[in-house]
């Protein structure tokens, strides 16, 4: 049966190397593939000669490098990607940056609100594809869904809503998001009140109760700044001066009420959590998801990890916007997080930037450690190295060249392949 006649054939992605996940490493090996997902993983060479005795197997020797998951970027935003270089970034977070960024970013946006957003989507899901991420968390306004529906990586679509305690801009909101995505093999639906800032009570709860008949993940920015902190406890910052100064409760607190903190929540950045707070999100069961590339933009104080992990809070990585990074390279998060946090050892670095993103995205278990049942979203590593230790080393540490990336089995294609 050929490959171009039959869907459901059989086909062998084989390696120098295999890295399942952080703990199951192999010299040779690969994975069987059926309709998109992986339906065996093989250990070695003896196990890749078994499968290719079966008739009608396609195999395809990658060769040299070691093959992967595609990494997971738990959160950015594609439709700001035609903004890297024009925002300035700050050595050092005082109260007000993160404001003036803001204006900053409302001002480019009105600017630029002719240009169409298919070319910042596509420039962004492209860089994604060639530095080895297959699965993306986008927030997104609504303008990316047709251009990503032509091509790129696996997407976790974030619906955002913000109300800013405006009747009519909740109306507006609600609207948007009344209709469930259409299908779609590469997206999924998401919903993203975007910060507790810029939400009210009113509009969280209705968020929630479309989140319960959906079943579908949440995504919100939390505890980013100093100004976002002196906003939520005290009612002051230069955020009130754009933003109606509401009750004086904790984020957390108010999204807990509403019903939107659970298993199925990801809390973007957390830079500026009680202990409290982080006791609390240890006991929803949220994924906290850390922005290495976006907390050096800003300046911000070390990311407080320790205080994270020592309550069991699962952490994943994303790159954020650019307008608040240099590039949307996962590898590179991976490195700067492990110049900010040198005892974390490389497995779980990586592990940050697979499985836990996958969870993060609300696909634990299918995207982010090669195993059955897994989509074959993979991606394939130049590295020079021999044993599972350095490799994991190279991999999270240094900017190793990417060869190929596949969605679904597929070697990907972005948007201006076709």
Not at 15 to 40: K, M, T
Not at 104 to 113: F, G, I, V, W
Not at 332 to 343: C, N, Y
Not at 344 to 365: I, K, N, R, Y
Request: charged share 25%; with cysteine.
């Amino acid at each position: 049966m050929s490959d171009s006649k039959g869907a459901a054939s059989l086909r062998v992605l084989s390696a120098r190397w295999l890295l399942a996940s952080p703990s199951d490493w192999s010299e040779g090996g690969g994975v069987a593939v059926q309709q998109g997902r992986i339906v065996r993983v093989l250990r070695g060479s003896g196990a890749v000669a078994r499968a290719l005795r079966s008739p009608g197997v396609i195999h395809e020797d990658l060769g040299e490098g070691v093959l992967t998951a595609g990494l997971v970027n738990a959160h950015a935003h594609l439709e700001l990607s035609d903004l890297a270089g024009a925002m300035p970034s700050f050595e050092r977070e005082r109260e007000g940056d993160f404001a003036s960024w803001i204006r900053t970013l409302l001002t480019h946006k009105r600017e630029s609100a002719a240009s169409p957003v298919e070319s910042a989507v596509a420039h962004g899901a492209r860089r994604l594809l060639e530095t080895g991420t297959t699965c993306v968390g986008d927030i997104d306004s609504g303008a990316a869904r047709a251009c990503l529906r032509r091509g790129g990586p696996r997407v976790r679509q974030y619906r955002e809503v913000l109300d800013v305690w405006n009747t009519e801009r909740r109306k507006a909101a609600l609207a948007g998001i009344s209709r469930r995505l259409g299908r779609h093999s590469r997206i999924g639906e998401g919903l993203s009140p975007h910060a507790p800032y810029t939400v009210s009570d009113e509009l969280l709860r209705q968020v929630a109760r479309l989140r319960s008949r959906r079943s579908v993940p949440v995504s919100m920015h939390w505890a980013e700044s100093l100004d976002e902190a002196a906003w939520s406890r005290e009612g002051k910052s230069e955020l009130a001066e754009m933003i109606p100064a509401a009750e004086r409760r904790p984020g957390l607190e108010r999204l807990k009420a509403a019903g939107l903190l659970g298993p199925w929540t990801s809390l973007v950045h957390a830079n500026h959590a009680t202990d409290p707070e982080v006791d609390l999100v240890a006991r929803a069961g949220a994924v906290v998801v850390h922005c290495p590339g976006s907390h050096r933009f800003f300046g911000r104080a070390p990311f407080e990890l320790e205080r994270w992990r020592t309550r069991g809070v699962r952490l994943a990585l994303g790159t954020d916007s650019l307008a608040s990074n240099e590039d949307l390279d996962m590898r590179r998060e991976m490195a700067l997080f492990r110049r900010g946090h040198p005892g974390v050892a490389p497995a779980d670095v990586w592990e940050m930037a697979t499985s836990a993103g996958a969870q993060a995205l609300g696909w634990g278990g299918a995207l982010g450690d090669l195993q059955a049942g897994a989509w074959a979203d993979l991606a394939l590593h130049r590295v020079s190295t021999t044993a599972r230790e350095p490799q994991l080393d190279e991999l999270t540490g240094g900017m190793i060249p990417v060869r190929s990336v596949w969605i679904a089995g597929r070697v990907a294609r972005s948007m201006e392949d076709g």
